[in-house]
């Protein structure tokens, strides 16, 4: 490819994946206080999903290019820039952008990739390993000793939520389908079955008294449960709502609808706390703030990453060109760990 162009993935509309459009254009300079990133990893999450059937609750008008967060090495900076960044490997976390073999990220928001961990190690644990860790650690505030439960423990979330919550010394009980459970068991995980068994029911057979903090991304009705099995002084965080991912009509109503019942239920006095989890939250009204808060916790994953707490879950890896297959793969309920999209 010419040093000149890039390639980069439109999503048009709502579409089926192979809608999907590949195209090339020039990469754009920097510009004043950001970098050019050429792109190594980026991967499939949830939030595109959601993006190509038009239900994710703050996506942008089509048409826009996908991309939560990405990998890749710093290949030229913007006036006001530390020219020494050029040839650092660096993760960011963007929200749409990150399908593209060159991005243009602020230097602020990039945060340096330790070395010895690989790019698509990296960015298995990105938005994964942020969301699992603020949600641990600055919500749930998950102690040794307590038991929690993980909801999708074989997600790309839930896995490393479980190995987190392991290495803060918590006991965890994790849903997942069957073929999971001999990996989940390996973790110190006792899973259930959220096909064949009664959670609710498992759950107080595991932890009588209740649970200290419930991780929900099911939204609907599994999230009134996950209130209930807590345990006096415990925490639920949801923070998603893939129950209604291919539901029609408004797609802020399910958030809606889940920040009034959180409302409620910490308006209650038992000592519970409920929350719903937004990692872009805060950013708006203190963007210094919430950049150092970023930065400090992918650290600590990276750390975690390095020392062998958590582990990258690679499901596949597939070049931009075939992202329609990679869509396809990570919607298919079938693997585990993240499906990781290279230039």
Known sequence: MNTAEMVEVVLPGKVEPEGLQVRRRTVPAAGPGRVVVRMEATGVSFAEQQMRRGRYYDQPPFPFVPGYDLVGTVAAVGEGVDAALVGTRVAALVKVGGWASHVVVDAADVVPVPDGIGAAE????????????????????????????????????????????????????????????AALRQRGVTPIDYRTENIPARVRE??????????DHVGGRSVVDSWRLLAPGGTLVSYGSASTRDDEGSKQWPVLKLLGRIWVWNALPNGRRAYFFNVWAGRALSPSRFRGRLHADLTEVFAALQRGEITAQIAAELPLARVAEAMRLAESGTVAGKVVLHA
């Open 122 to 181: 990296a960015e298995t644990v990105v938005i994964n390993g942020i969301t699992a860790w603020q949600m641990l650690h600055r919500k749930a505030r998950v102690r040794a000793g307590h038991t929690v439960l993980v909801h999708g423990a074989n997600g790309g979330v839930g896995s490393v939520l479980v190995q987190l919550a392991h290495a803060a010394g918590a006991n965890v009980i994790g849903t997942a389908s069957a073929r999971h459970h």
């Open 206 to 215: 595991l932890a009588p008294g209740g649970v200290d903090a419930v991780f």
